[in-house]
């Protein structure tokens, strides 16, 4: 079946540090993936996503490629702010057979000025 | 456009009672998936609907149910609710069946007391 392992957390950064966060998967085709961000109490928002292999997502300063080759789709941000400060979900939906993701486990970042 | 909605945000419930959750997916959307979030099991899917038809089903026993109408709206039930129930229900909606980028609605937090 599908899963999606993702680096394990917490992570605290100082304000303008360089992150990344890993994530690889398991599955059959060509899935979409995605990054989604929950801030304390919400939802989850979306924050990019990818579609093809070397495709690359990004939104707000945040990028991920799509690597086939290495199965994963790392989030990375040049200069994080303590507004970044939320939980980090990498997931992915199959290529067909429905739009049911699967998650990682999530990874806490919290960045400190 | 208004984005996922679900209601109500926030509930508290009694052991043995049992709970409507209600989404209404972004318009044009025709795929509605539930999802449980605890601090213990992360995310887990619930179900989709497509098409007012159940299409998956997550590892859940049968006091889980949900329906989709016409419109695409959906409800979620849990019967004889558990203290172990008490959870963040996300909704989530696609434009179709496979392929879409999903989105989440804001949540149901559920307590049981």
């Known amino acids: 079946g599908n899963s999606v392992t993702q680096m394990e957390g917490p992570v605290t950064l100082s304000e303008e540090a360089f992150l990344t966060i890993n994530c690889t998967y398991t599955?059959?085709?060509?899935?979409?993936l995605f990054w989604y961000v929950q801030y304390p109490g919400e939802g989850l928002q979306l924050l990019l996503k990818?579609?093809?292999?070397?495709d690359k997502g990004s939104n707000k300063g945040f990028e991920a490629t799509y690597r086939k080759e290495t199965t994963s789709f790392h989030l990375e941000k040049g200069s994080v702010q303590v507004s970044d400060s939320a939980v980090y979900f990498c997931?992915?939906?199959?290529?067909?057979?429905?739009?049911?993701?699967?998650f990682g486990e999530g990874t806490q970042l919290t960045v400190n000025p | 456009k208004a984005g996922v909605t679900q209601t109500p945000r926030y509930l508290i419930k009694t052991r043995g009672q049992q709970v409507t959750l209600s989404c209404s997916p972004i318009?044009?959307?025709?795929?509605v998936s539930w999802y449980q979030q605890t601090p213990g099991q992360g995310l887990q899917f619930l179900f989709e609907?497509?098409?007012?038809?159940?299409?998956n089903k997550g590892n859940f026993p049968g006091r889980f149910s949900g329906r989709q109408f016409s419109n695409s709206r959906s409800e979620m039930n849990v019967s004889t609710l558990e203290l172990g129930d008490s959870a963040l229900y996300l909704c989530?909606?696609?434009?179709?069946?496979?392929?879409?980028?999903?989105?989440f609605g804001e949540g149901s937090w559920l307590t049981v007391v």
């Open positions: 997931a992915l939906s199959p290529e067909t057979s429905g739009s049911r993701l699967t």
């Open positions: 990818a579609t093809k292999a070397d």
């Open positions: 599955a059959t085709g060509y899935p979409s």
């Open positions: 989530a909606s696609a434009l179709g069946y496979s392929g879409n980028t999903i989105y």
């Open positions: 609907y497509f098409s007012e038809t159940q299409r």
């Open positions: 318009s044009g959307h025709r795929s």
